[in-house]
Structures are given as C-alpha cells and as structure tokens.
C-alpha cells in the first residue's frame, strides 16, 4: 500500500482509503458479517483512512456504528472521517443547524456510534451551505474540546469551499472525481492543491459504472442508485454508459476499473481515494487495481476519449 502526507494534519494516509456508505444497506444488502469482513479486509490491506457519515445507512448511523466495532481494535493505528450535515434529511425531516450545539450533539452521537473519544476528520456534509458560519463556530468548539482533531467539508463546489475555509482551519475537500467526471480538474483540484486543502475523492468508479457489472438493461434496485431507473435519471446513465463504451474504445485490452482508480489517484491534488467496497473481494480487487501500471499518456488519452 502506498501513503501520502495529509496536508496541514502530520498524518500519512494509504492512497486507498474505504468509502464506507455501502455500511448499512443503502448501496443493496449487506450483512453486518460481510460489513465487518470488508473493514477487516481493507486493514489487511494496510489501509488507514476510512470514510463514512452520521447519515449512512438505511436506518441513519448504521454506517458509523458498523465501523466502530470493527475498528476498535485498532483504533490507535487508523483515521476516521465521518461527517455531520445531513441527518435524517433523506427521511424527510433534516435538522436546522440554526445553533453550533446541534452539530457538537450530532458530533457526540458520532462518537458514540464509532466507539471513540475523537474523531480524526470531521466533515460538513452540506455541498451547497451557504453561511458556513454555525459549522465553523461548532468546529472550532469541538477542536477544542478534543472532540474532534481536524475538519473539512465535502462539496463539489470552489465557492462553498473558499467561503469555508476561510478561517484557515480547514484541512480536507471531499469532491466527486471519476474519468466520467472530470469536472473538478477546472477549479476545485486546482484550488485545494494552491490552499494546501488535502482531497478526499469519492465515486471514483461512478457509483459502480466503471466497474463494467451494468449495462443498458439494468434496472437498480438499491437505495443510491433508484435514480437512473426513470427519466432525466435514466437518460443521464444512458449518456454514463455512452462515454464509458468509448473509454473502453480507446483503451482496448485494459480493464476500466483499473484505470478508474488510476485516474483518480493520479490527480496531483488527490490525497485519498475512497472508493466504496461491498465485500473483502471488491477492496481486494480495488487495491489490485492501483498496483497495476496504466496505459502510457494515459491521462491525455482520457481527455480525448470523453470531453468535460
Ligand atoms: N456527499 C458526500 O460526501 C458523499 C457522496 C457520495 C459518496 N461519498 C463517499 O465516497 C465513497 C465512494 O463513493 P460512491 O459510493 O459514490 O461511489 P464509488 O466508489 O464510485 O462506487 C462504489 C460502488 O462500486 C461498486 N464496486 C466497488 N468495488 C467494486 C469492485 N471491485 N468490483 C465491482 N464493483 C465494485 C460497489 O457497488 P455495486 O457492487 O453494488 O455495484 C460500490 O458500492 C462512499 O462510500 C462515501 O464514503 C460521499
């Protein structure tokens, strides 16, 4: 496994961290067996960064509370990352964040979730917040507390990200980033390497696109994926399943899974990959990937197999 400085934090991160939203069932079933069974295969990997959210799991905090027992072994040797912001908001009913208190109780009911006493990174979960000023007094509470050890935010938007790290606390963007999306390479990449801002790139496979198991006739059935089965939704992973056919084209006899983490890796902002695994044999088959070479001008041929 190979491992990155982390800026502005003194840690170093495998290259391939554990996207842990598959925790609790919304990317599909999974066992708690089989959850536990892929944490503990990413660790015997050498992987030191995992990454999940209050807000993971068909019944919220599964996710975290999944992770935590499967940590707490280890939990000296590893980073977690979890996130605030976006609690119950898919069930209809988000929280206001109207008061710095509603994020350290949502920070508490974490740390309780994950079985620790800090939380190495934590995140603001909202992409498009407008005022950052409730998440960045609540933060700043919590470093000092010892709550927490670091803060970020995930959003795909510079704007959002400028206005939040305006304080100069900010240490990580988690950011969409995939050769089916490239858009982050305009701004936001740019951004964070020029702030010294450490990157979390998550969907580098497109929510399982590039792995190549789906195609024109699949209709999904789990909870993040429901969206391409109708509509502008189905329409757009019909124009997904497009540009990846000619990525295929232009890379005969390679495997795209292998590029996908290639590509997302090899950005000069990227700091740590978070692909989201369902299994020890798919973050087995996703630290593989990395170990393998890529094509030659491979990043060049990408921009000119799929614009944008
Ligand atoms: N707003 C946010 O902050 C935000 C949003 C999204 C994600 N995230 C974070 O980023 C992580 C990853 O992003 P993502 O889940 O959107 O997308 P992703 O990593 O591009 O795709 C993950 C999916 O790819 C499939 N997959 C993984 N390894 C595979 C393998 N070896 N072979 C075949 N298929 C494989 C699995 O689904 P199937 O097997 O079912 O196809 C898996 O659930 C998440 O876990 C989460 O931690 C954060």
């Given amino acids: 496994m190979e491992f990155r400085p982390f800026p502005k934090t003194g840690w170093r991160v495998?290259?391939?961290?554990?996207?842990?939203?598959?925790?609790?069932g919304q990317y599909g079933p999974i066992s708690e067996r089989e959850s536990?069974?892929?944490?503990?295969?990413?660790?015997?990997?050498?992987?030191?960064?995992?990454?999940?959210?209050?807000?993971y799991g068909l019944e919220p905090g599964t996710s975290e509370r999944i992770l935590g027992e499967a940590l707490r072994s280890v939990r000296g040797e590893v980073l977690i990352a979890t996130k605030v912001g976006n609690w119950a908001r898919r069930l209809g009913h988000p929280l206001p964040f109207t008061h710095p208190l509603h994020?350290?109780?949502?920070?508490?009911?974490?740390?309780?979730?994950?079985?620790?006493?800090?939380i190495d990174l934590y995140q603001c979960h909202i992409g498009d917040l407008a005022d950052p000023d409730i998440f960045l007094e609540a933060f700043a509470q919590l470093r000092k507390a010892g709550k927490i050890r670091a803060a970020g935010i995930s959003t795909d938007d510079p704007g959002v990200l400028a206005r939040f790290s305006r304080d100069?606390?900010?240490?990580?963007?988690?950011?969409?980033?995939?050769?089916?999306?490239?858009?982050?390479?305009?701004?936001?990449?740019?951004?964070?390497a020029a702030a010294g801002i450490g990157t979390l790139i998550r969907g580098p496979l497109a929510q399982g696109l590039l792995s190549g198991n789906y195609d024109a006739s699949t209709r999904f059935t789990d909870s993040v994926r429901l969206k391409w089965n109708e509509g502008s939704g189905r329409q757009r992973y019909q124009s997904l399943l497009a540009a990846r056919k000619r990525l295929q084209d232009a890379f005969p006899g390679y495997d795209l899974l292998d590029l996908a983490l290639h590509y997302a890796a090899g950005h000069p902002a990227a700091t740590v990959v978070i692909p989201?695994?369902?299994?020890?044999?798919?973050?087995r088959r996703l630290a593989a990937a990395l170990a393998q070479t890529p094509p030659p001008d491979f990043r060049a041929r990408v921009r000119q197999a799929v614009a944008g």
Avoid: M
């Fill in 168 to 192: 100069g606390h900010c240490v990580s963007c988690q950011l969409d980033y995939s050769l089916l999306n490239r858009a982050a390479e305009a701004e936001l990449l740019p951004a964070c």
């Fill in 36 to 55: 536990a069974a892929t944490v503990r295969a990413a660790l015997n990997l050498g992987i030191n960064f995992f990454d999940t959210a209050d807000a």
């Fill in 276 to 283: 989201g695994a369902k299994s020890p044999a798919q973050i």
């Fill in 103 to 118: 994020i350290v109780n949502c920070c508490h009911a974490s740390l309780y979730r994950l079985r620790t006493d800090t």
């Fill in 14 to 24: 495998s290259t391939l961290g554990l996207g842990c939203w598959p925790l609790g």
